[in-house]
């Protein structure tokens, strides 16, 4: 059987953490091999203790590698400043598009490039988007793209993952980014959406998880 692999990008150091947290983990146990790229190094981001951008970028880096390994995600960091300039997006697509090209991945995960509403994570996965659909021209391949839930809850989704054996670590890998959680506690709001995603979930066919992750599927038409 052919390997499964799979890329989650995350624009910012803490949208895998946040979306899909649990998720990898599953992906993981599943023995898929998992690749994790992080875009940004995150300078734009809250930075409640007023510290230098240069040293903002040092703790997020911590934080991202402490968070990674409590998930056992092994992650590569792109270290982009921002996805703002022409000239960052090029680079961002070449580094990307190479990324895809190597690894020919079957599954991808983003946030999603319409309903999230912050604008650098849109941008990132439509470039991805744009990337991938090139590289599979070029070298065909089959790849689903899914996207995972950070800033925008989902009005519906196509697939939910019970997460209820990971959600500790996700709390945990979550609490790691305590930069960003100094300026606005999030892992409650987090971890209340996974429940209510488990809570709500229609349970005709039985399935009831406790935590859950939800994604939807990028229709590639
Ligand atoms: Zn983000």
Redesign the pocket.
Known sequence: MQETKALIV??????LE?GMGGTACLLLEKGIDVVSVVV?D?RR?ANPLGVSQEELVRTREREVRESSEILGVEISLLGFSDMESDSNKREFSSRIGEIITNLRPNEIYL?HPEIDK?R??RTVSRLTIDCLNAAIKEIPFECECWFYE??TPFPSYDRIEDITSFADRKRRAIEAHRSQTAYKDYTDGIMGLNRYRGAFHDTADGFAPLWAEVFIKHDSG
Do not use: E, R
């Not at 995350?10 to 949208?15: A, G, Q, R, V």
């Open positions: 995350s624009p910012h150091p803490d949208d946040i940004t995150g981001s946030p912050h650098t994570h950070v800033w």
